[in-house]
């Protein structure tokens, strides 16, 4: 302990696979896959960095380094493949990795004309240089492939240059036993309907030349699946007889979900099981998710089946990205959100892509996209992804609505709204939240695309450091503590575990990563005064749990003892030197008269404190304030050495 390792001495190289994870969708430098090397070493490399054979050689040994320094200080996430797979995809990597680095269809666009710029012997790291290379280039006076850069260009606009935009963090999520997961799908009303569907269909059931149900097959499946539509309507005193399937639009959609899961299919003009689908269908957790990830498919508002209300073609035309929003604005939320906050977010979806000219006109189609919006939530209730209650909103709701003048989201009018719906004292107000199974759901689909969507209870296994490094960057309070009780129980109980977890503190090189790991521990136990009190007297953890005592005012600092108060300002000044850099950490002493500031340091260096890895770098950072300053500068003969006359002192 109180070693602060390096991770290479060859920092580009390594900042390369440092920054290729920070651009990527969830941002996180210690999440590492078997994929995401081969990822790196074989086609981010290839394209992004413009560096010569040496450099490129030993890329992989320095992502191996970096891989190895990330578990040996437990900033590893524990999310990501175990160390032997992360090294033997490097491995494996290594006969494709140097033909790759080597292939110039493999550049990037700036890759391209950086590369381009050296082979004509110009230092691509001169900005003035490229700059006059460029003129060059756009004079006609560098030749270049024009094939190559065809297939370079066309390649960056398809895939815009391989670069990923940052997606929002989401916060952890709580989910109920697959047990109970299971009950909750086998009693889903669509799981009920398709395995329905399924037994009736049999053997396979005839359908007309137009490829529909016959019409008194669809009325016996109206009846028997409870789809809710409307056979043969009574308007007034007329009766309007449906001729066609495809006039049920419920039914018709039930039967397109069968379609696309692969549970039913169409041969020869019958509609017919697929043979292979019988273990999803007996897999009811199974069957609820795979018709809640292609719901999103379907033909949802109807507008491909004849004419429809402006609203509902402007919120078709945008439903593709709306929907995936909607789900994920609900998904890890700690409460039910009140629905007008989805319908108003909708309108103002579509005010910024439809231009709305006429206000008259503008608040008919509000009206419209809110109904049209709400009627797509029901839908959801019926699959079973959402649940509606009545009540009064999380005050949570009201606050952000009063902050959001600083960097408003939603157009005046639709705060206004929403401030009105959700205001104190309002107690009935529709609330919808995402079911369990919903929830699962969402959280698999952004996995898929890369997103960081953690769940409480999968740490169980991780690292007493991981556990900890994690909950602090990702987790709130509550569900930290529920995670902690799930690893203690793992790890042989509330005694021993707790202490596995104090010495994932203390093995953490970083002393502000510590501090914010034994605050999450702390934070978690029944009485945190008395658990950090108790740690005082601790060397390594000490002045951590002082510092925090302090912070929460537990405790005064009349009430340290004298060594406590000086390893206490080591730690404040460590941990400032390792968050902000020297500057940060001698500006404080900068002011102070020089013989006080040397006394302070000299108090620091000789506190006791356990990092003396840190307080060395504190004394450096120290050093040019405390050199006696000069009046004037010594003269310097020709052969550099000190002439005869003595400095004055100031």
Same mark, same amino acid.
């Given at each position: 302990?109180?070693?602060?390792?390096?991770?290479?001495?060859?920092?580009?190289?390594?900042?390369?696979?440092?920054?290729?994870?920070?651009?990527?969708?969830?941002?996180?430098?210690?999440?590492?896959?078997?994929?995401?090397?081969?990822?790196?070493?074989?086609?981010?490399?290839?394209?992004?960095?413009?560096?010569?054979?040496?450099?490129?050689?030993?890329?992989?040994?320095?992502?191996?380094? $970096?891989?190895?320094?990330?578990?040996?200080?437990?900033?590893?996430?524990?999310?990501?493949?175990?160390?032997?797979?992360?090294?033997?995809?490097?491995?494996?990597?290594?006969?494709?990795?140097?033909?790759?680095?080597?292939?110039?269809?493999?550049?990037? %666009?700036?890759?391209?004309?950086?590369?381009?710029?050296?082979?004509?012997?110009?230092?691509?790291?001169?900005?003035?240089?490229?700059?006059?290379?460029?003129?060059?280039?756009?004079?006609?006076?560098?030749?270049?492939?024009?094939?190559?850069?065809?297939?370079?260009?066309?390649?960056?606009?398809?895939?815009?240059?391989?670069?990923?935009?940052?997606?929002?963090?989401?916060?952890?999520?709580?989910?109920?036993?697959?047990?109970?997961?299971?009950?909750?799908?086998?009693?889903?009303?669509?799981?009920?309907?398709?395995?329905?569907?399924?037994?009736?269909?049999?053997?396979?059931?005839?359908?007309?030349?137009?490829?529909?149900?016959?019409?008194?097959?669809?009325?016996?499946?109206?009846?028997?699946?409870?789809?809710?539509?409307?056979?043969?309507?009574?308007?007034?005193?007329?009766?309007?007889?449906?001729?066609?399937?495809?006039?049920?639009?419920?039914?018709?959609?039930? %039967?397109?979900?069968?379609?696309?899961?692969?549970?039913?299919?169409?041969?020869?003009?019958?509609?017919?099981?697929?043979?292979?689908?019988?273990?999803?269908?007996?897999?009811?957790?199974?069957?609820?998710?795979?018709?809640?990830?292609?719901?999103?498919? $379907?033909?949802?508002?109807?507008?491909?089946?004849?004419?429809?209300?402006?609203?509902?073609?402007?919120?078709?035309?945008?439903?593709?990205?709306?929907?995936?929003?909607?789900?994920?604005?609900?998904?890890?939320?700690?409460?039910?959100?009140?629905?007008?906050?989805?319908?108003?977010?909708?309108?103002?979806?579509?005010?910024?892509?439809?231009?709305?000219?006429?206000?008259?006109?503008?608040?008919?189609?509000?009206?419209?996209?809110?109904?049209?919006?709400?009627?797509?939530?029901?839908?959801?209730?019926?699959?079973?992804?959402?649940?509606?209650?009545?009540?009064?909103?999380?005050?949570?709701?009201?606050?952000?609505?009063?902050?959001?003048?600083?960097?408003?989201?939603?157009?005046?009018?639709?705060?206004?709204?929403?401030?009105?719906?959700?205001?104190?004292?309002?107690?009935?107000?529709?609330?919808?939240?995402?079911?369990?199974?919903?929830?699962?759901?969402?959280?698999?689909?952004?996995?898929?695309?890369?997103?960081?969507?953690? &769940?409480?209870?999968?740490?169980?296994?991780?690292?007493?450091?991981?556990?900890?490094?994690?909950?602090?960057?990702?987790?709130?309070?509550?569900?930290?503590?529920?995670?902690?009780?799930?690893?203690?129980?793992?790890?042989?109980?509330?005694?021993?575990?707790?202490?596995?977890?104090?010495?994932?503190?203390?093995?953490?090189?970083?002393?502000?990563?510590?501090?914010?790991? &034994?605050?999450? $521990?702390?934070?978690?136990?029944?009485?945190?005064?008395?658990?950090?009190?108790? $740690?005082?007297?601790?060397?390594?953890?000490?002045?951590?749990?002082?510092?925090? +005592?302090?912070?929460?005012?537990?405790?005064?600092?009349?009430? +340290?003892?004298?060594?406590?108060?000086?390893?206490?300002?080591?730690?404040?000044?460590?941990?400032?030197?390792?968050?902000?850099?020297?500057?940060?950490?001698?500006?404080?002493?900068?002011?102070?008269?020089?013989?006080?500031?040397?006394?302070?340091?000299?108090?620091?260096?000789?506190?006791?404190?356990?990092?003396?890895?840190?307080?060395?770098?504190?004394?450096?950072?120290?050093?040019?304030?405390?050199?006696?300053?000069?009046?004037?500068?010594?003269?310097?003969?020709?052969?550099?050495?000190?002439?005869?006359?003595?400095?004055?002192?100031?």
């Amino acid at each position: 302990m109180g070693c602060r390792p390096r991770p290479d001495d060859r920092p580009l190289r390594v900042s390369a696979a440092l920054n290729f994870r920070h651009a990527s969708v969830d941002g996180r430098l210690g999440f590492w896959t078997a994929a995401l090397v081969r990822e790196f070493l074989l086609t981010h490399a290839p394209r992004a960095l413009s560096i010569d054979a040496r450099d490129a050689a030993v890329l992989p040994d320095s992502l191996r380094v $970096l891989i190895d320094y990330l578990h040996e200080t437990g900033l590893a996430d524990p999310g990501g493949d175990p160390r032997s797979d992360i090294d033997a995809a490097i491995t494996e990597s290594l006969p494709e990795f140097a033909s790759a680095m080597a292939d110039p269809r493999n550049f990037g %666009l700036a890759k391209y004309w950086a590369m381009t710029a050296i082979s004509n012997g110009v230092d691509a790291g001169d900005a003035g240089a490229m700059n006059d290379f460029i003129e060059q280039v756009q004079a006609g006076r560098v030749e270049y492939d024009p094939e190559l850069l065809t297939h370079i260009s066309t390649r960056h606009a398809i895939d815009g240059g391989g670069g990923q935009q940052r997606a929002v963090a989401q916060l952890p999520v709580l989910l109920p036993d697959e047990a109970a997961l299971a009950l909750a799908a086998e009693r889903s009303p669509i799981v009920v309907q398709l395995r329905a569907l399924a037994e009736w269909v049999g053997d396979g059931r005839a359908l007309t030349a137009t490829g529909n149900l016959r019409l008194a097959d669809a009325r016996t499946l109206v009846r028997l699946l409870d789809t809710g539509d409307d056979v043969d309507p009574v308007v007034g005193d007329q009766v309007f007889r449906t001729r066609s399937s495809a006039d049920l639009p419920r039914l018709t959609r039930l %039967l397109e979900l069968a379609k696309k899961i692969r549970v039913l299919r169409v041969v020869k003009g019958k509609l017919v099981r697929v043979a292979k689908a019988a273990p999803l269908l007996r897999d009811a957790s199974a069957l609820w998710t795979a018709a809640f990830d292609v719901w999103p498919e $379907l033909d949802l508002l109807s507008v491909t089946h004849g004419w429809a209300f402006a609203h509902t073609r402007m919120l078709d035309e945008i439903l593709d990205e709306l929907l995936p929003d909607l789900l994920n604005t609900l998904y890890g939320l700690p409460t039910a959100m009140p629905v007008v906050h989805l319908t108003e977010g909708a309108w103002a979806a579509c005010t910024e892509i439809f231009v709305l000219d006429d206000p008259r006109t503008s608040e008919q189609l509000r009206v419209g996209v809110i109904t049209d919006v709400r009627r797509l939530l029901d839908e959801l209730a019926e699959l079973g992804a959402v649940s509606f209650t009545r009540g009064r909103p999380d005050p949570m709701f009201h606050a952000d609505l009063e902050q959001a003048d600083d960097a408003p989201s939603l157009p005046p009018e639709s705060l206004a709204r929403l401030r009105a719906a959700v205001a104190p004292g309002v107690d009935s107000v529709e609330l919808v939240a995402l079911t369990p199974l919903a929830t699962r759901a969402v959280m698999a689909g952004l996995r898929r695309d890369g997103r960081y969507a953690p &769940l409480v209870g999968e740490l169980a296994d991780a690292e007493p450091a991981q556990l900890l490094g994690m909950l602090a960057e990702h987790y709130s309070a509550e569900t930290a503590e529920v995670e902690i009780a799930g690893w203690l129980a793992a790890h042989g109980g509330s005694s021993a575990g707790t202490e596995l977890l104090l010495d994932g503190v203390r093995d953490c090189p970083f002393r502000g990563r510590a501090a914010a790991m &034994l605050e999450v $521990l702390a934070d978690s136990v029944p009485d945190r005064s008395a658990f950090l009190n108790g $740690l005082r007297g601790d060397r390594w953890l000490g002045p951590l749990a002082v510092q925090l +005592l302090l912070a929460a005012d537990e405790i005064t600092h009349a009430e +340290l003892s004298d060594e406590e108060g000086v390893r206490g300002m080591a730690e404040q000044f460590i941990q400032v030197l390792e968050g902000h850099g020297p500057e940060a950490a001698a500006g404080s002493l900068a002011e102070l008269p020089a013989g006080q500031a040397r006394e302070i340091a000299a108090a620091l260096r000789d506190s006791g404190h356990p990092d003396q890895v840190g307080l060395g770098e504190l004394d450096a950072a120290f050093a040019p304030l405390l050199v006696p300053r000069r009046g004037v500068s010594r003269n310097r003969s020709r052969t550099g050495r000190g002439g005869g006359a003595r400095p004055k002192r100031r």
